[in-house]
């Protein structure tokens, strides 16, 4: 017997309820705010429209259906199972967060605070859960099948990401390390940089976009579900055993981009979670191209 589906709801810690466990009670939350020129009370109504969202989508969610609820602090800890559905209520950057940790499940992106959020993937308003989610699992539910980056290194260990990934040193300092791609006959050029960033097209309203356009643009960006990322070294220095003639393209699905560490350490990490990071040792090689998993996100 098929299990019944189960609803998974992805939120995060508000921004008012980390003051208050900083500083005990709301009081001092609302004088240290105070006293820096803030008013809690703006801080204090955010939180209250997440917990009304979070309500309403909870009480949406079919009857049939079993229920979960897991903080974005304990999603590497979370055990997502085929027959869900997540449900994400927050902001674009959750579902960024959740998305590597899925394996094909359908996820529904909730704005909580239209407006502020872009709501490039939480498309949706707490009000259309009631609608939507009863559809999810049907036929013909339109769903955005977004393209992944995943960077795989010489000892398996394996990285996934949304919008993207970056290779270099903790902190952004100079990195040593040579650069090629699969196809270009084992060529590799020597490089020092603040590191390598390769993104999607999710990716491409981001921290990509950022360096895009200082590089004027020349390189097409992708589209969210089209199976080609970009790829930028930030800062390449020039010096007579490094060289900056490979510092932009493009990869589709099927080719790679290689790193091979040529300094003590080098870390890789996605969507700007440095504490979630690979890291990586001299002579360590990892390969980073179009993941085959892709994040299917409803609407």
């Given amino acids: 017997m098929s299990l019944a589906p189960r609803a998974v709801l992805v939120h995060r810690t508000t921004e008012y309820e980390e003051l208050v466990a900083r500083h005990g009670t709301h009081g001092q939350a609302a004088f240290f705010l105070s006293s820096r020129g803030r008013d809690i009370e703006e801080v ?5 429209r997440t917990r009304r ?3 309403e989508v909870t009480s949406a969610i079919p009857l049939t259906w079993r229920q979960s609820q897991v903080e974005r602090a304990d999603l590497d800890r979370f055990l997502f199972a085929p027959e869900d559905v997540v449900i994400v209520v927050g902001q674009d950057g959750l579902v960024a967060n959740v998305a590597k940790y899925l394996a094909g499940q359908p996820v529904v992106g909730i704005d909580t605070d239209p407006g502020r959020n872009p709501g ?15 559809s999810v699992l049907a036929s013909g ?3 955005s099948e977004l393209t992944m980056v995943e960077a795989v290194a010489d000892d398996t260990q394996r990285l996934v990401a949304l ?3 970056y290779l270099g040193a903790a902190g952004h300092q100079t990195a040593r390390y040579r650069l090629g791609l699969e196809d270009d006959g084992g060529a590799a050029e020597a490089q020092a940089s603040s590191g390598v960033l390769v993104g999607t097209g999710t990716g491409a309203t981001g921290w990509i976009r950022s360096v895009w356009q200082e590089r004027g643009g020349r390189v097409r960006l992708p589209a969210p579900t089209e199976q080609r990322l970009v790829w930028f070294v930030r800062e390449a220095w020039p010096s007579p055993a490094t060289g900056t003639s490979c510092v932009a393209g493009e990869l589709t699905a099927g080719d ?5 560490v040529e300094s003590e350490r080098i870390v890789a990490f996605g969507d700007g979670i440095e504490s979630d990071a690979v890291e990586l040792t001299w002579g360590q090689t990892v390969r980073v191209g179009v993941c085959g998993e892709r994040l299917r996100l409803v609407g």
């Avoid at 204090?44 to 209250?48: L, Q, T």
């Avoid at 490039?120 to 009863?134: E, F, K, N, S, W």
């Avoid at 790679?256 to 091979?260: C, D, K």
């Fill in 53 to 55: 969202a979070l309500a």
């Fill in 141 to 143: 539910t339109g769903v």
């Fill in 44 to 48: 204090a109504e955010r939180h209250r």
């Fill in 256 to 260: 790679g981009l290689t790193l091979t």
């Fill in 163 to 165: 919008n993207e990934i």
């Fill in 120 to 134: 490039v993937l939480v498309r949706h308003r707490p009000a259309d859960a009631g609608a939507l989610l009863p």
